[in-house]
């Protein structure tokens, strides 16, 4: 993976966003003379359109924008011939060089809501950064100081002022008022990586490989490991949940979250086994995590985790053999960072689960607030030198609407009431807003049609008619629209189409497009335009259209289609995302998809099914339950028992110890003692050929007892009975999972 080339060491990747009572104040866009804005993009586009506004540093060789915080300034470092120089910029002020402490060097690491920056600069000319400042508006440069005649290395900064870093082989926590205080922990070598609005601190020991979590009070938690070490804390939210990387006991590197009330997930399961590699890089306070990984197929993807969509892999822009890395996720799930385009150039991205991935026209895309602005850096026409840039989304100005009816001057037509066409053929009025704040603008060349937002409070939808279509909005709507048949691409909200007798109604959600055509024999053609999924309902029964399907709709076919389940899955307790599937197939209109699914159940262990429900084409359904069970994970039996092959050699009439462990799909143990079922025997054979272990140790007690971490020991009295004897022991679970063992009794 790249190293960060902000600063002479790695970055901290994705710094947690900061928030205060004026964090979420809007992003001020007016021109200043330190901006030279981009031009204004004219193609009307499904997806959010970006533009980029240059933050010039004058006589810079190269810049970029490091950090935003919640209110619009950016961190910005600029290189002047192997010298660098930090500015704060923001609308208000402009660029204000933050000065330096005396030897003309300085990298950016974090910067809070307030506008303060932290970071790394020398105190001596030409000598490697190992001093720490903060600055403030206010109050100007600072040095932290450090610890044990060290300096310093500040990693962050919450809204209150509190830094947090390393510094002579500890950690700290630094405050204007109170200076420096070691906060490590007690014969280590630490660093604080993160620190949050409740003033609780993330902590790493770097040569032990472990983390901790410190609350505000200053209790310690270390926050244990995946099994095999290696913990690594790289960030933190203001809910106190800790993302990082740490080693899993097949050796692999996964990435983790870690709650006080959770202990540590594994983020991506079975998703980077085996031999696989993954780091989570930052957190929101919805616990939404991004990342970076290594797959086994030898791609790099970048990666979003939540509680609801689990894993997912964001592929890169145009080439799978370089890496695509996330930097930085918005309180609403917006990523950004970097990746290689098709011709195999470096490019920012920003990626939501609706929109997909979309390149910027940056270099790389640093960090992004919760407005949505970003910070990032763009590559000069000569491909070397680089320039700091702040990317928003374009918000086109308000069309011309003399009489307020929210029907662009130059679209709007005698006739209907709100009535519009652009010139192209696509004619229509609005029917009713239902109270909605409605705008009517002509889609900008090369796109076709017309621009139709909808948005603030009203009741149920609002409705157009365009084309010979009923078209129903949702607030924050925001449609493209073309006659000739129609065609809606839904950028925001989603669209309703029904054709003139009702009786049919296609459901396009945000990201996808669709076309909608009347059949002669009644009925209409719908074909999806785009890759995300629109639903088709005929007669009220919804039926799902994936990327690219083509289907007819209307009377005729009155079978309903046949639907055979899947072999029955298992899943684990716990496990998110699990889904029981089916076959769907139909000799009349033909299915509306091959495939059908149906969500698990996996919050108990047992033997259970799932209703699945197929469509064929016009909207005939069958619904059949389909089964799945769910278990323990079971980690096997453990000393003095051996598992098989093994044949254990133990004495008849003596108590053995008989221990497992049990957890569910995230490795938490299960500690219910209703797991277990009971240990039987039956009749057996002990192969010569099978190699032999003696039970080392036998118990005095009796009966089931917990050891903790999901571990159990069920003391099992051998009867004098079986001396002489070969038995199969079956250790019974609530699962109905069955798990054996061979003894040679003597």
Known sequence: MRHDDRSPVRARRGATRRRSALALASTVLAASVAVAPASVPTAAAAHPTYVNDEIIVPGARSSYGSDISENGDIAVVGDFNEVSRVYSWNDAHGLVDIGDLGGGHLFTRDINATGQIIGLANVVPDASPDHSFSWTRAGGIEDLGGLNGAGAFAEAVNDAGVVVGGSGGTSFRWTSAAGMVDIGVPSHNTYAVDVNNAGAIAILDQFDGRSYSRAADGTLTDIGDLGGGGTRATAMNDNGMIVGSSRTTAGDTHPFAWTAATGMVDLAGTSLVPVGWGEATDVNDSGQVAGRSELTNGTAPAFYWSASEGFVVIDGLGTTTRETEADSINEVGQ??????????????????????????????????????????????????????????????????????????????????????????????????????????????????????????????????????????????????????????????????????????????????????????????????????????????????????????????????????????????????????????????????????????????????????????????ATTVPCPYAVTYRFVGLAAPVDNLPTVNAAKAGQTIPVKWQVTDFHGVGVADPSSFVGVTTSSGACSAAAPFDAVETYSGGSGLQYLGNGSWQFNWKAPKSYAGLCRTLHLGLADSTAHVAAFSFK
């Not at 029904?498 to 459901?507: I, P």
């Open 335 to 620: 990523v950004v960072g970097y990746s290689y385009d098709a011709a195999n150039r470096e490019r920012g991205f920003v990626w939501t689960v609706a929109d997909g991935i979309l390149e910027l026209d940056l270099r790389d895309a640093y960090e992004i607030n919760d407005d949505g602005v970003i910070a990032g850096v763009m590559r000069d026409l000569d491909g070397t030198n680089t320039r700091a840039a702040r990317v928003r989304e374009f918000v086109p100005p308000p069309a011309p609407d003399a009489n307020g009816n929210g029907v662009d001057d130059a679209i709007e037509v005698a006739g209907p009431p709100l009535g519009f066409d652009d010139g192209d053929g696509t004619l229509g009025s609005v029917t009713d807003a239902n109270g909605y704040t409605v705008s009517v603008t002509d889609a900008p060349d090369p796109g076709d049609g017309v621009r139709i937002v909808v948005s603030g409070p009203g009741s149920g939808k609002a409705l157009f008619s365009v084309c010979g279509f009923t078209l129903k909005l949702s607030t924050a709507s925001d449609v493209v629209v073309t006659c000739g048949s129609i065609i809606v691409a839904v950028s925001q909200g989603e669209a309703q189409v029904e054709s003139a007798d009702g009786d049919v109604v296609v459901t396009v959600p945000a990201g996808a497009s669709a076309e909608v055509q009347d059949r002669p024999e009644g009925g209409l053609d719908v074909t999806n335009l785009g890759t995300v999924s629109i639903t088709i309902a005929v007669s009220g029964v919804p039926t799902q259209l994936g990327s690219g399907g083509t289907g007819s709709y209307g009377a005729g076919d009155t079978t309903p289609p046949s639907v055979v389940c899947a072999a029955a899955p298992t899943f684990l307790l716990h496990q998110p995302s699990a889904t029981v599937a089916a076959r769907v197939d139909d000799a009349g209109s033909g299915p509306a998809a091959t495939s059908a699914t149906a969500a698990a159940d996996t919050s108990r262990v047992g033997t259970f099914t799932a209703t699945v429900s197929g469509y064929d084409l016009a909207g005939n």
